[in-house]
Antibody
């Protein structure tokens, strides 16, 4: 069965960076892209960007350009999302999802808290 | 960027009733690349509908999607207690620059 298992919760100070991992299993990792979506407390879903697990091509949401980097390690079927220069409004649950345009499988979410 | 506007913001209905949720796009969504998700508190979203009208694997047939262009609808024919949740639409026509609607909360009346 398809599973996406994310790394654990993080607490960071403003200005720091965070790197969240997403380990995939149950399918051929390089056959699908991975999208990252975040959700601030009590708010809706925000798409952050996409990475092709086949060739590493990326496309980021314009508001995050320059602060976010998405990568993959095909040897371990793991996707990573790094967000830099963290601010308090980056506090959110971060999700990875298997991308076929629609997002059919999701990780369990990783809470990132940005606080001084 | 395509903006998706969902209505109503909150919908109050009773089990057994029919629910109709709307998602309107600021410009045409190509090839009906429109999906619907259900999210319950503390859980990740779950894909219900893709391609505007195709049910995802394991989704009950009381859920149906329709529409094209700029106007899309999610219908739940007869509400079950477990259907009360928040619903989001997502467009993936301008791939891969996706957007989500702001959500509709379906609550028990």
């Amino acid at each position: 069965q398809v599973q996406l298992v994310q790394s654990g919760a993080e607490v960071k100070k403003p200005g720091a960076s965070v790197k969240v991992s997403c380990k995939a299993s149950g399918y051929t990792f390089t056959s699908y892209g991975i999208s990252w979506v975040r959700q601030a407390p009590g708010q809706g879903l925000e798409w952050m960007g996409w990475i092709s697990a086949y060739n590493g091509n990326t496309n980021y949401a314009q508001k995050l350009q320059g602060r976010v980097t998405m990568t993959t390690d095909t040897s371990t079927s793991t996707a990573y999302m790094e967000l830099r220069s963290l601010r308090s409004d980056d506090t959110a649950v971060y999700y990875c999802a298997r991308d076929l345009g629609s997002l059919g499988y999701w990780g369990q979410g990783t809470l990132v808290t940005v606080s001084s | 960027e395509i903006v998706l506007t969902q209505s109503p913001g909150t919908l109050s209905l009773s089990p057994g009733e029919r629910a109709t949720l709307s998602c309107r796009a600021s410009q045409s969504v190509s090839s009906s690349y429109l999906a619907w998700y259900q999210q319950k508190p503390g859980q990740a979203p779950r894909l219900l509908i893709y391609g505007a009208s195709s049910r995802a694997t394991g989704i009950p047939d009381r859920f149906s999607g329709s529409g094209s262009g700029t106007d899309f609808t999610l219908t739940i024919s007869r509400l079950e207690p477990e259907d009360f949740a928040v619903y989001y639409c997502q467009q993936y026509g301008s791939s891969p620059q996706y957007t989500f609607g702001q959500g509709t909360k379906l609550e028990i009346k």
